[in-house]
Protein backbone atom coordinates (compact mmCIF):
# COMPACT_ATOMS: atom_id res chain seq x y z
CA UNK A 1 0.00 0.00 0.00
CA UNK A 2 1.28 3.54 -0.74
CA UNK A 3 1.53 5.90 2.12
CA UNK A 4 -1.08 8.39 2.50
CA UNK A 5 1.47 11.30 2.06
CA UNK A 6 -0.40 12.50 -0.80
CA UNK A 7 -4.14 12.88 -1.98
CA UNK A 8 -5.23 10.83 -4.72
CA UNK A 9 -6.28 12.29 -7.98
CA UNK A 10 -7.69 9.77 -8.97
CA UNK A 11 -6.21 9.23 -12.56
CA UNK A 12 -3.36 7.14 -14.19
CA UNK A 13 -1.66 8.81 -16.93
CA UNK A 14 -0.39 6.76 -19.75
CA UNK A 15 1.27 9.03 -22.29
CA UNK A 16 1.90 13.02 -22.57
CA UNK A 17 2.88 15.14 -25.53
CA UNK A 18 3.40 18.58 -25.48
CA UNK A 19 0.91 20.45 -23.27
CA UNK A 20 -1.41 17.75 -23.29
CA UNK A 21 -1.53 14.13 -21.42
CA UNK A 22 -3.64 11.48 -21.49
CA UNK A 23 -5.43 8.91 -18.98
CA UNK A 24 -5.22 5.35 -19.74
CA UNK A 25 -9.07 5.10 -20.71
CA UNK A 26 -7.77 7.56 -23.36
CA UNK A 27 -9.04 10.78 -22.22
CA UNK A 28 -7.03 13.96 -22.91
CA UNK A 29 -6.10 16.58 -20.53
CA UNK A 30 -4.52 20.01 -21.05
CA UNK A 31 -1.65 19.65 -18.50
CA UNK A 32 -1.24 23.36 -16.58
CA UNK A 33 -0.34 21.03 -13.43
CA UNK A 34 2.60 19.53 -15.05
CA UNK A 35 4.21 17.48 -12.07
CA UNK A 36 4.30 20.50 -9.67
CA UNK A 37 5.89 22.91 -12.55
CA UNK A 38 9.18 20.70 -13.63
CA UNK A 39 7.90 19.44 -17.49
CA UNK A 40 8.76 22.72 -18.00
CA UNK A 41 9.46 21.79 -21.91
CA UNK A 42 5.93 19.76 -22.03
CA UNK A 43 6.02 16.24 -22.38
CA UNK A 44 8.41 13.77 -24.58
CA UNK A 45 10.11 17.13 -26.08
CA UNK A 46 12.20 15.65 -29.28
CA UNK A 47 14.99 17.27 -28.37
CA UNK A 48 15.11 16.58 -24.61
CA UNK A 49 13.84 12.84 -25.30
CA UNK A 50 17.12 12.54 -27.92
CA UNK A 51 19.79 13.92 -25.51
CA UNK A 52 18.55 11.85 -22.35
CA UNK A 53 18.37 8.49 -25.31
CA UNK A 54 21.92 9.51 -25.90
CA UNK A 55 23.24 9.87 -22.25
CA UNK A 56 20.74 6.30 -21.81
CA UNK A 57 23.86 4.43 -23.48
CA UNK A 58 26.98 5.98 -21.50
CA UNK A 59 27.45 5.77 -17.78
CA UNK A 60 24.89 7.02 -15.69
CA UNK A 61 26.52 8.16 -13.28
CA UNK A 62 30.30 8.70 -12.04
CA UNK A 63 30.63 11.05 -9.25
CA UNK A 64 31.96 14.36 -9.45
CA UNK A 65 35.28 13.49 -8.80
CA UNK A 66 35.41 12.60 -12.29
CA UNK A 67 35.53 15.14 -15.01
CA UNK A 68 32.37 15.05 -17.56
CA UNK A 69 32.68 17.96 -20.65
CA UNK A 70 28.80 18.47 -20.50
CA UNK A 71 28.77 18.53 -16.83
CA UNK A 72 31.43 21.19 -17.34
CA UNK A 73 29.90 23.30 -20.00
CA UNK A 74 26.28 23.04 -18.03
CA UNK A 75 28.25 24.40 -14.66
CA UNK A 76 30.01 27.28 -16.53
CA UNK A 77 26.66 28.13 -18.29
CA UNK A 78 24.45 28.00 -14.63
CA UNK A 79 27.65 29.99 -13.08
CA UNK A 80 27.63 33.14 -15.36
CA UNK A 81 23.63 33.77 -14.62
CA UNK A 82 25.66 35.57 -11.42
CA UNK A 83 29.06 37.86 -11.44
CA UNK A 84 31.83 35.64 -11.25
CA UNK A 85 29.38 32.94 -10.27
CA UNK A 86 29.83 29.07 -9.27
CA UNK A 87 27.05 26.61 -9.20
CA UNK A 88 26.19 23.42 -7.69
CA UNK A 89 24.30 20.36 -8.94
CA UNK A 90 22.12 18.41 -6.58
CA UNK A 91 19.08 16.60 -7.00
CA UNK A 92 15.59 18.63 -6.02
CA UNK A 93 14.75 22.22 -4.60
CA UNK A 94 15.22 21.38 -1.25
CA UNK A 95 18.59 20.49 -1.37
CA UNK A 96 19.85 23.49 -3.51
CA UNK A 97 18.32 25.54 -0.72
CA UNK A 98 20.10 23.09 2.26
CA UNK A 99 23.29 24.16 -0.10
CA UNK A 100 22.61 27.66 -0.32
CA UNK A 101 22.02 27.48 3.85
CA UNK A 102 25.42 25.89 3.75
CA UNK A 103 26.82 28.99 1.75
CA UNK A 104 25.25 31.43 3.87
CA UNK A 105 26.52 30.19 6.99
CA UNK A 106 30.02 30.04 5.80
CA UNK A 107 30.20 33.19 3.70
CA UNK A 108 28.56 35.15 6.57
CA UNK A 109 29.94 32.97 10.00
CA UNK A 110 29.63 36.21 12.47
CA UNK A 111 26.08 36.64 11.49
CA UNK A 112 23.12 34.49 13.39
CA UNK A 113 20.37 35.99 12.05
CA UNK A 114 17.97 34.64 8.91
CA UNK A 115 15.22 35.54 7.62
CA UNK A 116 12.06 34.73 5.44
CA UNK A 117 9.09 35.61 3.88
CA UNK A 118 5.36 35.02 5.62
CA UNK A 119 3.58 32.73 2.95
CA UNK A 120 7.67 31.67 1.89
CA UNK A 121 7.77 27.81 0.72
CA UNK A 122 11.98 26.51 0.47
CA UNK A 123 11.10 22.78 0.70
CA UNK A 124 10.58 20.04 3.26
CA UNK A 125 14.47 18.88 4.21
CA UNK A 126 15.27 20.30 7.94
CA UNK A 127 16.33 23.08 6.70
CA UNK A 128 14.81 24.16 3.93
CA UNK A 129 11.17 23.52 6.68
CA UNK A 130 12.70 26.14 9.14
CA UNK A 131 12.88 28.83 5.95
CA UNK A 132 9.39 27.43 5.09
CA UNK A 133 6.44 29.67 6.57
CA UNK A 134 3.06 27.47 6.84
CA UNK A 135 2.73 26.37 10.14
CA UNK A 136 1.23 22.98 9.20
CA UNK A 137 3.98 21.78 7.88
CA UNK A 138 6.47 22.58 10.60
CA UNK A 139 4.75 22.35 13.88
CA UNK A 140 5.10 18.32 13.96
CA UNK A 141 8.82 18.92 13.42
CA UNK A 142 9.58 21.99 15.16
CA UNK A 143 12.38 20.25 17.51
CA UNK A 144 14.58 20.07 14.12
CA UNK A 145 14.30 23.39 12.73
CA UNK A 146 16.06 26.39 13.89
CA UNK A 147 15.31 29.60 13.65
CA UNK A 148 14.35 32.03 11.59
CA UNK A 149 12.25 35.01 11.38
CA UNK A 150 9.70 35.15 9.33
CA UNK A 151 8.34 39.36 7.70
CA UNK A 152 5.95 40.17 5.36
CA UNK A 153 8.00 41.39 2.54
CA UNK A 154 6.91 45.03 3.03
CA UNK A 155 8.86 45.19 6.56
CA UNK A 156 11.40 43.57 5.32
CA UNK A 157 13.74 47.07 4.76
CA UNK A 158 13.03 48.10 7.91
CA UNK A 159 14.53 44.42 9.91
CA UNK A 160 17.27 44.24 8.07
CA UNK A 161 20.96 45.16 9.62
CA UNK A 162 24.30 44.32 10.08
CA UNK A 163 23.37 40.87 12.28
CA UNK A 164 21.54 39.52 9.63
CA UNK A 165 23.28 36.71 7.62
CA UNK A 166 20.74 36.51 4.55
CA UNK A 167 16.95 37.08 3.62
CA UNK A 168 15.50 33.88 1.61
CA UNK A 169 12.71 35.23 -1.01
CA UNK A 170 10.77 33.82 -3.58
CA UNK A 171 10.89 36.16 -6.43
CA UNK A 172 6.91 35.09 -6.60
CA UNK A 173 5.93 33.05 -4.14
CA UNK A 174 4.21 29.68 -5.67
CA UNK A 175 3.20 27.38 -3.07
CA UNK A 176 1.52 30.17 -0.56
CA UNK A 177 -0.86 31.87 -3.07
CA UNK A 178 1.00 33.23 -6.47
CA UNK A 179 1.96 36.49 -5.04
CA UNK A 180 5.19 38.02 -7.32
CA UNK A 181 7.21 40.66 -5.83
CA UNK A 182 6.28 44.12 -6.36
CA UNK A 183 9.75 45.22 -7.90
CA UNK A 184 9.89 48.62 -6.13
CA UNK A 185 9.70 46.65 -3.11
CA UNK A 186 12.33 44.28 -4.42
CA UNK A 187 15.07 47.35 -4.97
CA UNK A 188 13.90 48.67 -1.46
CA UNK A 189 15.00 45.35 -0.14
CA UNK A 190 18.07 44.83 -2.11
CA UNK A 191 19.51 48.35 -1.25
CA UNK A 192 18.82 47.23 2.57
CA UNK A 193 20.50 44.39 2.71
CA UNK A 194 23.45 45.41 0.30
CA UNK A 195 23.71 48.56 3.04
CA UNK A 196 23.85 46.00 5.75
CA UNK A 197 26.05 43.27 4.02
CA UNK A 198 23.35 40.85 4.36
CA UNK A 199 22.75 38.12 1.39
CA UNK A 200 19.76 38.06 -0.95
CA UNK A 201 19.19 34.08 -1.82
CA UNK A 202 16.63 34.30 -4.23
CA UNK A 203 14.38 31.20 -4.03
CA UNK A 204 13.44 30.30 -7.68
CA UNK A 205 12.95 26.48 -7.83
CA UNK A 206 9.50 27.05 -8.84
CA UNK A 207 9.79 30.76 -10.63
CA UNK A 208 13.23 30.67 -12.43
CA UNK A 209 14.80 29.22 -15.82
CA UNK A 210 12.93 31.16 -17.95
CA UNK A 211 9.06 30.16 -16.47
CA UNK A 212 8.26 33.70 -15.41
CA UNK A 213 9.13 35.32 -18.56
CA UNK A 214 12.69 35.68 -17.78
CA UNK A 215 16.17 33.22 -17.09
CA UNK A 216 16.08 34.31 -13.28
CA UNK A 217 12.37 36.09 -12.05
CA UNK A 218 14.79 37.64 -9.54
CA UNK A 219 15.77 40.40 -12.32
CA UNK A 220 12.13 40.98 -13.25
CA UNK A 221 11.37 41.58 -9.28
CA UNK A 222 13.99 44.15 -8.17
CA UNK A 223 16.05 41.59 -6.06
CA UNK A 224 20.22 41.43 -6.79
CA UNK A 225 20.32 37.92 -5.82
CA UNK A 226 23.81 36.60 -4.52
CA UNK A 227 22.75 33.17 -4.55
CA UNK A 228 19.77 31.57 -6.88
CA UNK A 229 18.33 28.22 -5.96
CA UNK A 230 16.57 26.79 -8.85
CA UNK A 231 15.41 22.71 -9.76
CA UNK A 232 11.90 21.77 -10.91
CA UNK A 233 12.18 22.14 -15.08
CA UNK A 234 16.08 22.15 -15.40
CA UNK A 235 16.06 19.04 -16.62
CA UNK A 236 12.54 18.90 -18.37
CA UNK A 237 11.45 17.07 -15.19
CA UNK A 238 14.51 14.99 -14.57
CA UNK A 239 15.37 15.32 -10.36
CA UNK A 240 18.05 18.16 -10.30
CA UNK A 241 18.37 20.94 -8.18
CA UNK A 242 21.36 24.07 -8.45
CA UNK A 243 22.51 26.57 -6.53
CA UNK A 244 24.80 29.11 -7.57
CA UNK A 245 26.29 32.31 -6.40
CA UNK A 246 28.12 35.26 -6.68
CA UNK A 247 32.34 34.51 -6.86
CA UNK A 248 32.77 37.20 -4.49
CA UNK A 249 31.18 34.75 -1.57
CA UNK A 250 34.11 32.09 -1.86
CA UNK A 251 33.48 28.38 -2.64
CA UNK A 252 32.78 25.12 0.19
CA UNK A 253 35.38 24.21 1.17
CA UNK A 254 36.36 20.50 -0.24
CA UNK A 255 34.16 17.47 1.16
CA UNK A 256 31.94 20.36 3.13
CA UNK A 257 28.73 19.23 1.10
CA UNK A 258 28.31 17.27 -1.46
CA UNK A 259 25.55 14.39 -3.30
CA UNK A 260 26.15 11.10 -4.78
CA UNK A 261 23.87 11.77 -7.63
CA UNK A 262 24.34 15.71 -7.96
CA UNK A 263 25.67 16.24 -11.34
CA UNK A 264 25.45 12.63 -12.90
CA UNK A 265 25.83 12.48 -16.49
CA UNK A 266 22.30 11.59 -17.41
CA UNK A 267 20.82 14.67 -15.85
CA UNK A 268 23.25 17.10 -17.61
CA UNK A 269 23.44 16.31 -20.75
CA UNK A 270 18.92 16.88 -20.75
CA UNK A 271 19.62 19.72 -18.44
CA UNK A 272 22.34 21.08 -21.15
CA UNK A 273 19.89 20.66 -23.68
CA UNK A 274 16.87 22.95 -21.75
CA UNK A 275 19.17 25.61 -21.03
CA UNK A 276 19.98 25.79 -25.38
CA UNK A 277 16.78 25.36 -25.99
CA UNK A 278 16.03 28.34 -23.49
CA UNK A 279 18.03 30.71 -26.01
CA UNK A 280 17.58 29.27 -29.52
CA UNK A 281 13.60 29.06 -29.29
CA UNK A 282 13.85 32.79 -27.40
CA UNK A 283 11.19 30.76 -24.38
CA UNK A 284 11.80 33.26 -22.02
CA UNK A 285 10.35 35.99 -24.39
CA UNK A 286 7.68 33.75 -25.15
CA UNK A 287 6.55 32.55 -21.31
CA UNK A 288 6.16 36.38 -20.77
CA UNK A 289 3.64 37.11 -23.21
CA UNK A 290 1.89 34.21 -23.06
CA UNK A 291 1.37 34.47 -19.46
CA UNK A 292 0.56 38.17 -19.43
CA UNK A 293 -2.30 37.68 -22.26
CA UNK A 294 -3.68 34.32 -20.16
CA UNK A 295 -3.50 36.93 -17.28
CA UNK A 296 -5.83 38.96 -19.79
CA UNK A 297 -8.35 36.31 -20.58
CA UNK A 298 -8.67 35.42 -17.39
CA UNK A 299 -9.21 38.67 -15.55
CA UNK A 300 -12.30 39.00 -18.42
CA UNK A 301 -13.94 36.12 -16.86
CA UNK A 302 -17.34 37.58 -15.27
CA UNK A 303 -17.49 35.39 -11.81
CA UNK A 304 -18.15 36.71 -8.52
CA UNK A 305 -16.21 33.74 -7.58
CA UNK A 306 -13.14 35.20 -8.47
CA UNK A 307 -11.79 37.55 -6.36
CA UNK A 308 -8.46 38.05 -8.44
CA UNK A 309 -5.51 37.19 -11.07
CA UNK A 310 -2.09 37.10 -10.15
CA UNK A 311 1.11 36.11 -11.42
CA UNK A 312 4.18 36.58 -13.66
CA UNK A 313 4.84 35.10 -17.07
CA UNK A 314 3.25 30.51 -17.08
CA UNK A 315 2.76 31.17 -13.05
CA UNK A 316 -0.29 32.45 -12.89
CA UNK A 317 -2.79 32.29 -9.56
CA UNK A 318 -6.71 33.09 -9.28
CA UNK A 319 -7.91 34.20 -6.42
CA UNK A 320 -11.32 32.71 -5.37
CA UNK A 321 -14.35 32.89 -3.10
CA UNK A 322 -14.15 29.56 -1.36
CA UNK A 323 -11.65 26.52 -1.34
CA UNK A 324 -9.28 26.01 -4.41
CA UNK A 325 -9.03 22.19 -3.92
CA UNK A 326 -13.01 21.18 -5.20
CA UNK A 327 -12.63 23.77 -8.15
CA UNK A 328 -9.02 21.58 -9.02
CA UNK A 329 -10.94 18.48 -8.95
CA UNK A 330 -13.89 20.06 -10.84
CA UNK A 331 -11.59 21.44 -13.36
CA UNK A 332 -9.93 17.93 -14.08
CA UNK A 333 -13.41 15.99 -14.31
CA UNK A 334 -13.41 18.79 -17.14
CA UNK A 335 -9.85 17.86 -18.74
CA UNK A 336 -7.83 20.39 -17.26
CA UNK A 337 -4.90 19.74 -14.54
CA UNK A 338 -4.06 22.41 -12.09
CA UNK A 339 -3.30 22.45 -8.93
CA UNK A 340 -4.12 24.75 -5.40
CA UNK A 341 -1.40 27.12 -4.20
CA UNK A 342 -2.92 27.66 -0.50
CA UNK A 343 -6.64 27.42 0.57
CA UNK A 344 -8.26 29.90 -1.77
CA UNK A 345 -5.80 30.28 -4.94
CA UNK A 346 -6.08 28.05 -7.82
CA UNK A 347 -2.88 28.01 -9.42
CA UNK A 348 -1.91 27.28 -13.29
CA UNK A 349 1.96 25.75 -14.18
CA UNK A 350 1.65 25.78 -18.10
CA UNK A 351 4.84 24.43 -20.07
CA UNK A 352 5.91 26.25 -22.82
CA UNK A 353 4.67 23.71 -24.98
CA UNK A 354 1.30 24.81 -24.24
CA UNK A 355 -0.26 26.29 -27.46
CA UNK A 356 -2.66 29.20 -27.55
CA UNK A 357 -5.47 26.88 -28.01
CA UNK A 358 -4.67 25.25 -24.36
CA UNK A 359 -4.88 28.74 -23.14
CA UNK A 360 -8.23 29.40 -24.51
CA UNK A 361 -9.68 26.12 -23.39
CA UNK A 362 -8.27 26.26 -19.90
CA UNK A 363 -10.12 29.95 -19.74
CA UNK A 364 -13.73 28.47 -21.14
CA UNK A 365 -13.56 25.42 -18.90
CA UNK A 366 -12.81 27.75 -15.57
CA UNK A 367 -15.32 29.78 -17.22
CA UNK A 368 -17.85 26.36 -17.20
CA UNK A 369 -17.22 25.44 -13.83
CA UNK A 370 -17.53 28.24 -12.01
CA UNK A 371 -20.86 29.18 -13.87
CA UNK A 372 -21.82 25.33 -12.01
CA UNK A 373 -20.89 26.83 -8.93
CA UNK A 374 -18.13 26.15 -7.29
CA UNK A 375 -18.51 22.86 -5.35
CA UNK A 376 -16.86 24.04 -1.86
C1 LIG B 1 9.88 27.85 -4.18
C2 LIG B 1 10.17 26.42 -3.85
N1 LIG B 1 11.29 26.12 -3.15
C3 LIG B 1 11.61 24.85 -2.85
C4 LIG B 1 10.79 23.81 -3.22
C5 LIG B 1 11.18 22.38 -2.89
O1 LIG B 1 11.51 21.72 -4.06
P1 LIG B 1 11.53 20.11 -4.10
O2 LIG B 1 10.14 19.65 -3.98
O3 LIG B 1 12.16 19.79 -5.43
O4 LIG B 1 12.39 19.67 -2.96
C6 LIG B 1 9.63 24.07 -3.94
C7 LIG B 1 8.73 22.99 -4.34
O5 LIG B 1 7.62 23.17 -4.74
C8 LIG B 1 9.31 25.41 -4.27
O6 LIG B 1 8.20 25.72 -4.94
Redo the contacts with the bound molecule.
Sequence with gaps: MPSCLYGSRGLTLASGRGGVVTDTTGREYVDFFTA?GSALFGHTHPRLVSALNLAAGRPWTIGMGFDDDIRSSLLEKLGSLLPDGKAYLCN????A?EAALKLVTLARPERRRILALRRG????TAG?LSLTFNPHYRRPFQSLLFEVEHHAPENLPGVVDESVAAVFI?PVQ??GGVYPMNPALGLEISAACQNAGALIVA?E???GFGRCGAMLSSSLTGLAADIV?L??GVAGGLPV?VTIWKGSLGDFPQGSHGSTYGGNPLVCRVAHEALALLSEEGLCEKAGNLGESFRARLEAIDSPTIKGVRGLGLLVGVQIEGRSAPLVRSLQGHGVLALPAGPNVVRFLPSFAAEPDHFERVAETLEEVLALGNPA
Design positions: HSGTEIFHGRAEGEDVQSCAKG
